[in-house]
């Protein structure tokens, strides 16, 4: 598996270091900033700097300096933190140094997300009845697809979504051993420990991305569930575990608010002042249809087969596979795509459906070379796009 992981990754920096130029050269304000910093290693300095546009501007400036505007305060503070700390143990702050080991970290996370995603799997299948025989050779294809996320060059870059995507794929794995299904889909915490410490870990997670907060869809599932089955013990062992997740929603709200308000006035003024929701709205343009603008109808086509995916996956589950154990992240699956389609930036759902394994089960079940070939063709072309500074991002 790794030796797959390793040789896709060097065929994207292949890519990445051959891009001839960029479509926009408004990043070189910062790497002129930094040029005293290089590492002296034409091929490390040139990959490097490869990397420095769209979001990872802010990401790299956040490793280095504290936050200076508003919409910088969307950028994943503990992804930035868990930077700084390591940094803090570094006898030097220089920033192609801290950039080169974001980018390290990031795609340890990927790999060791993927090994967490095979363990996983393999429990999931085994569970349902239809593929436990062949459950270890799922998981592995499972794992094999998660290499090839069509998050393709994002994940090799210092993003935060390799390590929001490992702490939500450990959170839902703890969480799904520590439960049990009887005869008729019933559930019941078996062991209380191990759920709720799923819980901090989520809470964790949406630290590291926002989009973390939906996976509180399976906390309320269970709940749910537990309360109609009359397991009192079960059902305040569920409502115990979706607390660090809210505390962590409020705290976030709470920063942002006690930094600019009340004199910031506009966003302050709402009824649940929110700086993460107006800063989307405001600088990048998400809200209902907001997207849908004839300038962005090539996103719309590049992001097409993934939308087209994962609505196709909820069909094939729920009538050819049918499993209880699959509903909320079929649920989950739904509401990311509509919220992908209607609300967002439509081409950010090819790198942050990662966080939810149906995905690459579903990718597994139907193993396809044409399927293979695809993901890796696109993730080599993605790869171009983003070292030219072209959409999307």
Same mark, same amino acid.
């Given at each position: 598996?790794?030796?797959?992981?390793?040789?896709?990754? =060097?065929?994207?920096?292949?890519?990445?270091?051959?891009?001839?130029?960029?479509?926009?050269?408004?990043?070189?304000?910062?790497?002129?900033?930094?040029?005293?910093?290089?590492?002296?290693?034409?091929?490390?300095?040139?990959?490097?700097?490869?990397?420095?546009?769209?979001?990872?501007?802010?990401?790299?400036?956040?490793?280095?300096?504290?936050?200076?505007?508003?919409?910088?305060?969307?950028?994943?503070?503990?992804?930035?933190?868990?930077?700084?700390?390591?940094?803090?143990?570094?006898?030097?702050?220089?920033?192609?140094?801290?950039?080169?080991?974001?980018?390290?970290?990031?795609?340890?996370?990927?790999?060791?997300?993927?090994?967490?995603?095979?363990?996983?799997?393999?429990?999931?299948?085994?569970?349902?009845?239809?593929?436990?025989?062949?459950?270890?050779?799922?998981?592995?294809?499972?794992?094999?697809?998660?290499?090839?996320?069509?998050? %393709?060059?994002?994940?090799?870059?210092? !993003?935060?979504?390799?390590?929001?995507?490992?702490?939500?794929?450990?959170?839902?794995?703890?969480?799904?051993?520590?439960?049990?299904?009887?005869?008729? !889909?019933?559930?019941?915490?078996?062991?209380?420990?191990?759920?709720?410490?799923?819980?901090?870990? =989520?809470?964790?997670?949406?630290?590291?991305?926002?989009?973390?907060?939906?996976?509180?869809?399976?906390?309320?599932?269970?709940?749910?569930?537990?309360?109609?089955?009359?397991?009192?013990?079960?059902?305040?062992?569920?409502?115990?575990?979706?607390?660090?997740?809210?505390?962590?929603?409020?705290?976030?709200?709470?920063?942002?608010?006690?930094?600019?308000?009340? %004199?910031? %006035?506009?966003?302050? +003024?709402?009824?649940?002042?929110?700086?993460?929701?107006?800063?989307?709205?405001?600088?990048?343009?998400?809200?209902?249809? +907001?997207?849908?603008?004839?300038?962005?109808?090539? +996103?719309?086509?590049?992001?097409?087969?993934?939308?087209?995916?994962?609505?196709?996956?909820?069909?094939?589950?729920?009538?050819?596979?049918?499993?209880?154990? =699959?509903?909320?992240?079929?649920?989950?699956?739904?509401?990311?795509?509509?919220?992908?389609?209607?609300?967002?930036?439509?081409?950010?759902?090819?790198?942050?459906?990662?966080? +939810?394994?149906?995905?690459?089960?579903?990718?597994?079940?139907?193993?396809?070379?044409?399927?293979?070939? %695809?993901?890796?063709?696109?993730?080599?072309?993605q790869a171009g796009l983003f070292g030219a500074f072209l959409p999307p991002a």
């Amino acid at each position: 598996m790794w030796k797959t992981f390793l040789a896709l990754k =060097l065929a994207q920096l292949v890519v990445l270091y051959n891009v001839p130029a960029q479509f926009d050269v408004s990043s070189d304000i910062l790497i002129e900033s930094y040029s005293s910093d290089r590492l002296g290693l034409p091929i490390i300095d040139r990959l490097l700097d490869g990397f420095l546009i769209w979001d990872n501007v802010y990401f790299t400036d956040l490793f280095k300096n504290d936050i200076k505007y508003e919409h910088q305060f969307v950028f994943s503070p503990g992804w930035v933190a868990l930077i700084r700390y390591i940094a803090s143990l570094l006898p030097t702050q220089n920033f192609y140094v801290l950039l080169a080991i974001a980018t390290v970290v990031s795609n340890v996370c990927q790999l060791m997300a993927c090994q967490v995603l095979y363990v996983f799997s393999r429990k999931m299948f085994e569970k349902m009845p239809f593929f436990g025989l062949k459950s270890k050779d799922l998981a592995h294809k499972a794992a094999l697809y998660y290499i090839l996320s069509p998050g %393709g060059i994002f994940l090799t870059a210092s !993003y935060s979504e390799n390590l929001g995507s490992l702490l939500s794929i450990l959170a839902l794995y703890l969480r799904e051993v520590s439960i049990s299904y009887s005869a008729n !889909y019933h559930l019941k915490v078996r062991l209380w420990a191990v759920y709720i410490f799923s819980g901090i870990v =989520l809470a964790a997670a949406f630290q590291v991305r926002a989009n973390c907060l939906l996976l509180g869809i399976f906390y309320l599932y269970d709940l749910e569930r537990f309360w109609r089955a009359s397991e009192v013990s079960s059902t305040i062992i569920s409502f115990v575990s979706g607390i660090p997740l809210f505390v962590s929603f409020v705290y976030t709200n709470y920063v942002g608010y006690k930094t600019f308000c009340p %004199g910031r %006035g506009e966003w302050c +003024n709402h009824v649940f002042p929110s700086l993460f929701q107006y800063c989307q709205v405001h600088y990048w343009n998400n809200g209902f249809l +907001n997207y849908w603008t004839p300038n962005n109808i090539p +996103n719309f086509i590049i992001s097409s087969p993934i939308v087209a995916t994962n609505v196709y996956l909820i069909w094939y589950f729920y009538t050819k596979y049918p499993s209880h154990l =699959l509903i909320p992240y079929l649920l989950l699956n739904a509401i990311l795509v509509v919220l992908g389609v209607l609300f967002w930036n439509i081409q950010i759902l090819n790198r942050i459906l990662n966080f +939810n394994p149906v995905f690459y089960w579903f990718l597994a079940v139907i193993d396809n070379k044409m399927i293979r070939r %695809g993901l890796l063709f696109w993730i080599l072309i993605q790869a171009g796009l983003f070292g030219a500074f072209l959409p999307p991002a």
